[in-house]
């Protein structure tokens, strides 16, 4: 009976043992040398008041003074007992039990689960499919098995079960209720969850997150209904993200020829185009060129207007002929996609990632503190001399796959400041941490929680899956209703965001437009955007798109 009860009440029922009976033998050790050794006998009642007085540190009456150095030292002992009960009763016997009483305490049982989604284990990958559960009001219950974690997952205002499932399997009984199942812990953890789920009956979809794709046959065999890997879709993320080989800045480049070229520019604080709207730099009509969008913190955003401003730090991409391109390099700072791939940290991600680079073709060069097959520089990313021995400076991208949020922060400032015009690609553990990044330098910082979140929104909240890397395309679109009208100037236009980068007229492909151009309608215009402004521009003009290619 006495071990089922709370740590704390325990602590408290056995001190209420141990005060009356310290006080007993104080008192009757005090009654016998107040006797023997002062040769000033007490009473046993005296005693016990002496003894209460003293571990109480209330003070003393008529007992004040002795003689008898025995005696005396007993006393003082027990003065620092006193003392020491004092300062050790309070925090740790009747502190403790009082906050258990009073605290909200977990459930140890699912609650209903209709219309709930099961969470099994709480972590970085869930973190911002969470976030989105609670912003479209989407219920939800975490059965979480780390005590800590449970309290803060409470205090936080989410609906939590704490328990060990492998110890009590029946705590999962109304799970046959819930909408799906996501188990979230290790592979071994899933697996258990997974049969328990399905043994109580639960005959919905289970979707697993799994640390290693060669667990994902088994899993399905034993009820799994998906299964995911985050982390290595992070790191095909972050390898797209840094070579062109794997994902091209745009496609349908082809379509121009060598007529029109893309490129990037990074924004320097103090360049002339820092901070200013486009409708004052008139790029196009000084310059030739069409401002396509900027990328800003991982987000590309297209140009829609004049207002539009440039940020300090954006990569602008810009479309014209070559020749027009170069004037601009002037202005700007152009991003080379030239040169190795540089890789910091080789662990999961880091393996995943350098797989996919190399499968792709790209010259690699991987950084760790560890030497390992596959290290080619043992050193730390923090360390300048270890920076000029990767040759950063003449990288066509660096990509931070470090586990520590912390020291990727602190690795994204120094890369930054050594190598201000690389592309800088940062694996992000916890997403609230991806800000942070953005603040130290980073081009793009892509989080497990990020990949996996926008999986699970696709199979949880019927959420259209928005990919992590946006994708600029180009079009070859008939005229439609934009036919008439000149190929820059219109307030649909501008809205939209896509532009028309160039006209084939017959056999002839113009890429400047003076004033009084106007679109005719057998004209075949390319049009370059993200594909949602592509999606708008064939909307708002009518226009199809052409098969076959200018020769």
């Given amino acids: 009976m006495f071990s089922r009860l709370k740590r704390s009440t325990r602590r408290l029922l056995a001190l209420l043992a141990l005060l009356p009976t310290a006080v007993l033998l104080l008192g009757t050790i005090y ?3 107040m006797q023997y050794l002062e040769g000033s006998p007490r009473t046993f009642l005296e005693s016990l008041q002496w003894a ?67 969470f099994y284990r709480y972590g970085p990958a869930i973190e911002s499919l969470l976030e989105e559960f609670g912003r479209t009001n989407s219920p939800f219950v975490i059965f979480e098995e780390d005590m800590e974690l449970a309290r803060n997952l409470r205090d936080r205002h989410y609906n939590v079960v704490f328990g060990r499932l492998a110890d009590d399997p029946s705590v999962l009984a109304r799970v046959v209720q819930a909408r799906a199942v996501v188990t979230n812990a290790g592979d071994h953890g899933n697996a258990t969850c997974t049969l328990i789920v ?44 840094a070579s062109t080989r794997i994902s091209p800045p745009a496609d349908g480049m082809h379509l121009l020829g060598t007529k029109v070229g893309m490129a990037e520019f990074r924004v320097r604080a103090d360049s002339q185009l820092a901070g200013k709207r486009l409708g004052d730099l008139h ?62 940290g080789y662990g999961a991600v880091g393996h995943k990632v350098i797989e996919m680079l190399r499968d792709a073709g790209e010259n690699c060069v991987v950084i760790d503190r560890q030497a390992a097959p596959g ?43 050594f190598a201000p015009e690389v592309p800088l690609i940062v694996r992000v553990s916890r997403s609230p941490n991806t800000a942070r990044l953005y603040r130290s330098g980073a081009d793009f ?14 199979h949880l909240l019927d959420e259209q899956v928005i990919p992590v890397e946006n994708r600029i395309k180009f079009a070859r679109l008939s005229a439609g209703t934009l036919a008439g009208a ?34 005719r309608p057998d004209d075949a215009l390319f049009v370059c955007g993200s594909i949602s402004s592509l999606d708008r521009y064939q909307r708002q003009f009518h226009a199809a798109p052409i098969v076959a290619a200018h020769g």
């Fill in 283 to 344: 790029l196009r009509e000084v310059h030739g060129v069409s401002v396509i969008g900027q990328w800003h913190e991982g987000v590309f955003t297209t140009a829609k207007g004049p207002e539009t401003r440039v940020e300090p730090g954006a990569i602008l991409v810009i479309v014209g002929a070559q020749e027009k391109l170069e004037r601009v390099e002037r202005m700007a700072m152009p991003i080379r996609r030239q040169g190795p791939i540089v890789m910091a």
């Fill in 375 to 417: 290290v080619d520089i043992v050193g730390n990313v923090l360390e300048l001399s270890t920076l000029r021995e990767a040759g950063l400076r003449d990288a066509a991208a660096v990509i931070l796959a470090l586990s520590d949020d912390s020291e990727s922060v602190f690795a994204t400032a120094v890369v930054r400041d």
């Fill in 198 to 241: 399905r043994e109580h009956g639960f005959t919905g979809p289970v979707y697993a997150l799994a640390d290693d794709p060669l667990y994902r046959a088994p899993m399905l065999q034993i009820g799994a209904t998906e299964v995911f890997t985050p982390a290595h879709v992070l790191g095909a993320a972050l390898a797209s993200r």
């Fill in 31 to 33: 009654m016998f040398g």
């Fill in 486 to 519: 000149h190929p820059w100037h219109g307030e649909a236009l501008e809205r939209i965001g896509a532009k028309v980068v160039a006209v084939e007229r017959g056999a002839e492909v113009l890429v400047e437009f003076d004033r009084s151009f106007v679109v």
């Fill in 52 to 118: 209460s007085e003293t571990l109480t540190t209330t003070g003393y009456g008529h007992d004040s003074h002795w003689t008898n150095p025995v005696l005396a030292l007993f006393v003082i002992v027990g003065q620092f007992m006193g003392q020491f009960l004092v300062f050790l009763i309070f925090p740790i016997f009747v502190l403790p039990y009082f906050e258990e009483q009073f605290e909200v305490r977990l459930q140890h049982i699912l609650p209903p689960m209709a219309g709930k989604v099961l």
């Fill in 445 to 458: 910082a892509i989080s497990v929680g990020q990949v996996a979140g926008q999986i699970l929104a696709f």
